[in-house]
């Protein structure tokens, strides 16, 4: 069973840093992707950034230019860099995993695509 838990959540000013971090274990297939999601009060859950199967990042437009997602391969830790935070950035941040082939890209930032779901973590961004 695929297990997912992410850590790092917290408050910040706006114009502050985070970074979320997430555990995985549990992949039986060669292949996998992973994916941050974030959702806040009122709104649908959105992607936020994914890493392809082959490495290749994918980040949604409001995302792009402040965060940086990236794999450390040998733990299967997922991480999201988040600078320059803005008071919209607020909501609960969800890392997602998908056991199998991923081709990375727009369509990748949709959550029905991932199988297993961390519990999130909370990012509060203050004016």
């Known amino acids: 069973q695929v297990q997912v838990e992410e850590s790092g959540g917290g408050s910040v000013p706006a114009g502050g840093s985070l970074t979320l971090s997430c555990s995985t274990s549990g992949f039986t297939f060669t292949y996998y992707c992973l994916g941050w999601f974030r959702q806040a009060p009122g709104k649908d859950r959105e992607g936020v950034a994914m890493v392809a199967s082959d490495g290749t990042p994918t980040y949604a437009d409001s995302a792009k230019g402040r965060f940086t997602i990236s794999l450390d391969s040998a733990t299967n830790t997922l991480s999201l860099q988040m600078d320059s935070l803005k008071p919209e950035d607020t909501a609960a941040c969800y890392c997602?995993?998908?056991?199998?082939?991923?081709?990375?890209?727009?369509?990748?930032?949709?959550?029905?695509?991932?199988?297993?779901w961390g519990q999130g973590t909370q990012v509060t961004v203050s004016a």
């Open positions: 997602a995993a998908n056991q199998g082939y991923c081709s990375g890209g727009f369509l990748w930032l949709s959550a029905p695509r991932y199988n297993f």
